[in-house]
């Protein structure tokens, strides 16, 4: 049980790192454009990313998969960006909602990008669990949990701007959209020069 808890703690705090925010960015650019009577959809997105970031330390456990850090540490704001704009351009347009599957396969395939930038903290992580298939899914466990988290104060937020502030939802989430992009701009340049 303690395996179990630290584990899953483990997921949980990765995700929470405010020392290494991509996933909070991330998650929520995913978030943003949703309300709660839309979760079902949010949630098939969050768990297709945590399920993405989960094959991703299974291909590096596993199948010995070795991917230039460099190269993953250049595409994880690029996703972030990519999910900005997208957000930027197509929120309130109805093609949206008719292109979710496309959405869910984009988005995990942004989580295999995400989870091989952690697999050298995961390789030495891993290294000291008895049964390192299990505590794989026990921080995968830790992983979603903690988006959930994110994804719920997203949609508190959501609803106080766009219901009690009465922000037109389209300019809300450009709005967030279009900060997070000004902020992954800086990870991008930086990135790129290395």
Request: proline content about 2%; charged content about 15%.
């Amino acid at each position: 049980m303690n395996d179990f808890i630290l584990y899953v703690t483990e997921g949980f705090e990765h995700v929470l790192d405010l020392r290494a925010y991509d996933h909070i960015l991330f998650i929520t650019l995913l978030a943003v454009p949703y309300l709660f009577n839309s979760w079902k959809k949010l949630l098939w997105l969050v768990t297709a990313f945590t399920i993405g970031h989960t094959l991703s330390l299974f291909l590096v456990a596993y199948g010995g998969v070795s991917v230039k850090s460099a190269y993953i540490e250049f595409l994880i704001p690029v996703t972030i960006a990519i999910a900005a704009l997208y957000n930027i351009f197509t929120t309130g347009k109805r093609h949206r909602d008719q292109a979710h599957w496309v959405t869910i396969i984009i988005t995990l395939f942004f989580g295999l990008v995400h989870g091989f930038g952690f697999a050298g903290e995961y390789k030495m992580l891993a290294a000291g669990a008895d049964n390192d298939f299990l505590m794989l899914l026990e921080f995968a466990l830790g992983i979603e949990l903690a988006q959930l988290v994110i994804v719920l104060i997203v949609l508190i937020l959501n609803f106080i701007f766009t219901g009690l502030f009465r922000f037109s939802k389209k300019d809300w989430v450009q709005i967030i959209s279009a900060i997070i992009f000004g902020i992954v701009i800086p990870m991008l340049i930086e990135r790129w020069m290395w």
